[in-house]
């Protein structure tokens, strides 16, 4: 029988390596002296020293082909929260996760590092210091929420010491920072088009955002702790700033320091909710003749009105975790108005 020859533990693939952690999870691996490979649909940009694949995480073929050398892949790649095809959150996130594991089984990588989601566990009422132990939503709010259990579940599961391959999930929560697609662009959309005057609910209520670094660093020590007998074999680990903030004060904080006004005005959040609600059963109705958007959808509405903050004292005790960038505040911009390079500048000592 042919020995398989073990790549490296220094050599990795990133599936989403193109997005916004991807990219940021590929650099600081070059930094740390990894040979990186992504994965993803599109390229984006380009590092030295990093290979670019581009495909579809759901045809095994093309994994295949950049799994077959490495021994450590961190699966970060999802279709963006915001889009409403739960074909496509289905076909992505469960049908083509089974893929990735299947692919990493039969290429012989060791370790694969799942990019969850702490939503896995919100129902859209308070989450106050949530643990790990919290049990999945029964009642999951969106698509997007439904397909990230269903793919951490599939990564959970199929973590065996018995056939070498070893699996974990961490589970990020409102990640900010340079080149950040999603929150600040949302926030000042909606800003833009007038619709950011309101509180909804009292505004008391407190939440995590945690900065990206922190995120890559969990992944990164997890990937480095995660060996047959270790205790992050099969589970999941909340990465946070450590710092919960009040929603309604990051938002504001943000938004005048761009040049907007705070949301002034409160609203009820059961009304706003039942509103959201409406809205989102009227768009879909109407899915089959046109195609709408709405910016307040019950996820939005659920996050921006309760408390959902959790403990990473799981990561804190199980692989050394401890933010490595938890003074920054939103309020402290850089000139050109980029939040998240002002937390970068802190790092690299660069003025923004
Ligand atoms: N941004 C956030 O606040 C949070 C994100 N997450 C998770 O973090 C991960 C990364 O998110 P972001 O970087 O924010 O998103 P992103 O949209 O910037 O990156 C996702 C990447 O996946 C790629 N991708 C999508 N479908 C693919 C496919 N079929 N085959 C190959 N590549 C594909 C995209 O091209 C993109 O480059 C996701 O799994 C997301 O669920 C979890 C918690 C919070
Ligand atoms: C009320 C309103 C329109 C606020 C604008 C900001 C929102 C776009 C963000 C506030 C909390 C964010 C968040 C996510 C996306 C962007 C926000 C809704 C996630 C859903 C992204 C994916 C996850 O896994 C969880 C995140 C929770 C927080």
Do not use: T
């Given at each position: 029988m042919a020995t398989r020859i073990r790549p490296s533990s220094k050599r990795c693939a990133v599936i989403g390596g193109s997005g916004f952690l991807g990219r940021h999870l590929v650099e600081r691996l070059v930094e740390k002296g990894y040979s990186v490979a992504v994965f993803d649909i599109a390229q984006r940009y380009e590092v030295s020293g990093v290979t670019f694949h581009q495909g579809d995480l759901c045809n095994k073929q093309d994994l295949l082909k950049v799994l077959k050398d490495v021994s450590l892949v961190f699966h970060c790649a999802s279709?963006?929260?915001?889009?409403?095809?739960r074909n496509l959150f289905w076909r992505v996130n469960v049908e083509g996760t089974r893929t990735v594991i299947q692919a990493c089984q039969q290429a012989g990588v060791q370790k694969l590092v799942l990019t969850s989601?702490?939503?896995?566990?919100?129902?859209?009422t308070d989450i106050m210091n949530g643990k790990e132990d919290l049990p999945y939503?029964?009642?999951?709010?969106?698509y997007y929420t439904e397909t990230k259990i269903k793919q951490e579940k599939l990564v959970l599961e199929a973590c065996s010491k018995e056939k070498d391959f070893l699996t974990v999930a961490i589970r990020p929560h409102g990640i900010f920072g340079p080149?950040?697609?999603?929150l600040v662009p949302i926030l000042v959309d909606t800003a833009r088009k007038g619709k950011m005057k309101f509180i909804i609910g009292d505004g008391t209520n407190l939440v995590d955002f945690t900065y990206v670094d922190n995120v890559v660093h969990g992944h990164i020590l997890a990937a480095e702790h995660?060996?047959?007998?270790?205790?992050?074999?099969?589970k999941a680990y909340h990465i946070t700033n450590d710092d919960p903030i009040r929603f309604w004060d990051f938002m504001s904080q943000v938004l005048v320091g761009l040049g907007y006004d705070a949301p002034r005005y409160h609203l009820p959040y059961s009304l706003v909710y039942g509103i959201a609600m409406l809205l989102w059963i009227i768009t879909f109705l109407l899915r089959p003749v046109v195609n709408i958007k709405p910016t307040f959808t019950p996820m939005r509405v659920a996050l921006a009105g309760t408390h959902h903050y959790y403990s990473c004292s799981r990561a804190k005790q199980d692989?050394?975790?401890?933010?490595?960038?938890?003074?920054?505040?939103?309020?402290?911009?850089?000139k050109n108005g980029d939040i998240g390079a002002v937390a970068q500048s802190r790092r690299t000592g660069e003025e923004v």
């Open positions: 279709p963006a929260p915001g889009c409403n095809d989601s702490a939503s896995v566990v919100f129902e859209g939503a029964k009642r999951p709010i969106d080149r950040d697609p999603q995660l060996r047959p007998d270790s205790p992050l074999c099969g692989m050394g975790y401890q933010p490595v960038s938890s003074a920054y505040r939103p309020l402290d911009r850089g």
